[in-house]
């Protein structure tokens, strides 16, 4: 791809981009969120049109006009945002568009046998028949692993792959990408986890403000030379050694043996202005117990007290009306309209206050709106833009905007740095940081351990639904934490 320029309402974001695959090579595309990397593959496969630039395969000049013919042309892209039909089964999802036949009718059978024999290929142990909506993210990630697979592909594009896998589903996955490039198979590998880049990467891309910025080979280049290549500056990423909450500091939150769902009796509290961190490999019950606090699940049994007065939380707008926000680890499936502006987002959880009469009050959304996006330094052309063309990163800060907006003073942050680049994190580190310095209190949920050690205080610890273990950042380990991680109850 060469000289391939793409413009949006209010956003050059592509300038002059480049990339060039081998037969045979692991290709990695990194950079900042907003750099373009998505938008150069969406070219690529035909979801978007190039405004200017040259796209050449197998020597070949090619002109992408849609994904179905991308996929002809022998590219197959797996999306960083899942776009299973969630009432569909996983066989469906997989062969959806070139499903075999019987007669007229779609055979079934043969469907699903299939569909076994591809994920058994990948050591997936999945029921192809059940329904896309009953899987966790981790499996839905995997099931668009094998849709991508199924087309037999010379050049795989993917975006995010290991955005939402457990390590052992991230080696099976690496394991697949081994198979295809021994077999002969191009793949553009984008991801923010750099350190995983070089057990699988051949070659790194590295791109900024949709422009090119260099191309290194993986074994020469270190992870601090491709940040700063990325972010045209140095990161320093260093664990806290003392937690900053005052000991006589208020608990703003009490949970008590609080049972539901996959939750088992689990207890634990909240200070003002602390970042309380939950640690736990997936499935510990993490997001499980937070739903049930936010009142998103249902509870079976326990108490939560929230400023010393016991509440009873049964929906989301319980929760909301007594000050807890929650912004989910699936910001675009539970966080954010996307089809909507900026503005229409952030006032979306207080919009009562934003009325006269039945209509809605157009100068004081926008005025608030503005100001939010000043204050925590959302990059977007105009409050009217559409969350769906901002970045991963931007578009975290309008979840959070519209907390703040809401003034909630307890935020749950499950994952709040997944699926976003190295420089975007700093800039929710930093907001996080800023909101326990003006008394807000946040419970951080995390699967990277960096992260965990980086912003917490303190860190609750967690095993199949039962707490494992508390811990004072001062006196936190990998080793503690993966061994309270493990610790069968």
């Known amino acids: ?21 081998k037969r045979g090579e692991v290709h990695a595309l990194v950079g900042e969120n907003g750099a373009g990397k998505s938008t150069l593959m969406k070219v690529l496969s035909g979801v978007f049109q190039r405004d200017k630039g040259e796209i050449f395969l197998r020597g070949e000049q090619i002109e992408p006009q849609n994904p179905k013919h991308a996929q002809s042309l022998g ?11 969630p009432h569909l089964t996983v066989a469906q999802n997989i062969f959806i568009g070139k499903e075999p036949m019987k007669g007229m009718f779609i055979d079934n059978t043969s469907e699903n046998k299939q569909a076994k024999e591809m994920l058994k290929a990948l050591n997936i142990d999945m029921d192809p028949t059940i329904l896309a909506k009953d899987l966790t993210v981790a499996k839905q990630q995997m099931v668009e692993i094998a849709k991508a697979l199924s087309y037999d592909s010379e050049l795989f594009i993917m975006d995010e792959p290991t955005a939402a896998l457990t390590e052992s589903e991230i080696q099976e996955l690496f394991k697949v990408i081994r198979d295809l ?6 793949i553009v590998y984008i991801s923010h986890r750099l350190d995983e880049l070089p057990e699988i990467c051949d070659t790194v891309t590295v791109m900024r403000d949709g422009q090119y910025i260099g191309t290194k080979d993986i074994k020469e280049v270190s992870k601090s030379e491709i940040i700063n290549m990325m972010v045209g500056r140095i990161i320093y990423e260093k664990p806290k050694a003392q937690s900053t909450v005052k000991k006589d500091a208020q608990i703003v939150l009490d949970v008590q043996h609080l049972n539901g769902f996959n939750v088992k009796d689990v207890s634990f509290n909240l200070r003002k202005g602390e970042i309380l961190g939950f640690a736990g490999l997936m499935g510990a019950g993490r997001t499980k117990t937070m739903r049930i606090v936010f009142g998103a699940d249902p509870k079976e049994s326990g108490d939560v007290i ?20 929650y912004l989910s680890e699936d910001r675009k499936a539970f966080g954010l309209a996307i089809g909507l502006s900026v503005r229409d987002n952030s006032v979306m959880a207080n919009l009562d206050e934003f009325m006269n009469g039945p209509f809605t009050n157009d100068k004081k959304i926008e005025k608030i709106t503005r100001q939010y996006i000043s204050e925590i330094d959302i990059k977007t052309p105009s409050v009217n833009q559409l969350v769906r063309n901002l970045s991963g990163g931007n578009q975290q800060k309008i979840v959070i905007a519209k907390w703040l907006i809401k003034n909630s003073d307890i935020l749950i942050f499950d994952e709040p740095t997944r699926g976003i680049d190295v420089g975007a994190k700093q ?8 909101l326990v310095a003006n008394g807000k209190s946040i419970i951080m949920i995390s699967s990277e351990m960096p992260e ?11 095993c199949e639904g039962h707490v494992t273990g508390e811990l004072d950042i001062s006196e936190v380990t990998q080793e503690k934490i993966m061994t309270l991680a493990t610790m069968n109850m």
């Not at 590219?75 to 039909?85: C, D």
């Not at 490039?181 to 191009?186: L, T, V």
């Open 1 to 21: 791809m060469k000289n391939i320029q793409k413009s949006f309402p209010g956003v050059h974001a592509l300038d002059d981009a480049y990339i060039s695959v």
């Open 75 to 85: 590219i197959g892209i797996i999306h960083q945002e899942l776009n299973l039909m």
């Open 181 to 186: 490039k021994a077999k002969g198979h191009g």
């Open 306 to 325: 929230v400023k010393g007065d016991k509440v009873n939380i049964g929906s989301p707008s319980d929760a909301i009306s007594n000050g807890i926000g």
């Open 427 to 434: 800039e929710i580190y930093r907001l996080m940081n800023e």
């Open 452 to 462: 965990l050690l980086r912003m917490s205080d303190r860190l609750i610890v967690m």
